[in-house]
């Protein structure tokens, strides 16, 4: 069959524009976050499902508690400070949950939702 890869998906149109104009995040975020999250989003295209995601050490994907109860953090340079917040779902959209993440059947999560990217300090 074909080649499944990430869907990226954005909760909110302003952080869809930041994210496909380089320019745009540099502005937002500076250059040194701006490259990461661009690095970030590409890795994440190519990768297979949230398994990729997940084990890609630099990301150190994990999950929030409190009120992100549900998301999971990509960091985006820990010297930084910077994450971004991502919400995995399923082919279908739904939500995935931490017992599916960490599953066999993880292989299925294949859409991100984008949330926010925020420092992690503020």
Same mark, same amino acid.
């Given at each position: 069959g074909?080649?499944?890869?990430? !869907?990226?998906?954005?909760?909110?149109?302003?952080?869809?524009?930041?994210?496909?104009n380089y320019g745009?995040?540099?502005k !937002?975020?500076?250059?040194d976050v701006?490259?990461?999250?661009?690095s970030?989003?590409?890795?994440?295209e190519?990768a297979?499902s949230?398994v990729?995601?997940r084990?890609?050490s630099?990301?150190h994907?994990?999950?929030?508690?409190g009120?992100?109860n549900?998301?999971?953090?990509?960091d985006?340079g820990?010297?930084?400070g910077?994450?971004?917040?991502?919400?995995?779902?399923?082919i279908d959209?739904?939500?995935?949950?931490?017992e599916?993440?960490?599953?066999a059947?993880?292989?299925e999560i294949?859409?991100v939702?984008?949330?926010?990217?925020?420092n992690?300090?503020e």
């Amino acid at each position: 069959g074909k080649d499944l890869s990430m !869907e990226i998906r954005y909760k909110k149109k302003e952080l869809k524009s930041i994210c496909e104009n380089y320019g745009k995040a540099k502005k !937002e975020f500076g250059a040194d976050v701006a490259e990461k999250l661009f690095s970030a989003i590409d890795f994440i295209e190519a990768a297979k499902s949230i398994v990729d995601v997940r084990n890609y050490s630099p990301f150190h994907f994990h999950s929030l508690k409190g009120d992100k109860n549900g998301r999971y953090a990509i960091d985006l340079g820990r010297k930084l400070g910077f994450r971004l917040i991502v919400k995995p779902l399923n082919i279908d959209g739904a939500f995935s949950n931490n017992e599916q993440i960490y599953s066999a059947k993880a292989i299925e999560i294949v859409i991100v939702l984008f949330e926010e990217v925020s420092n992690h300090y503020e």
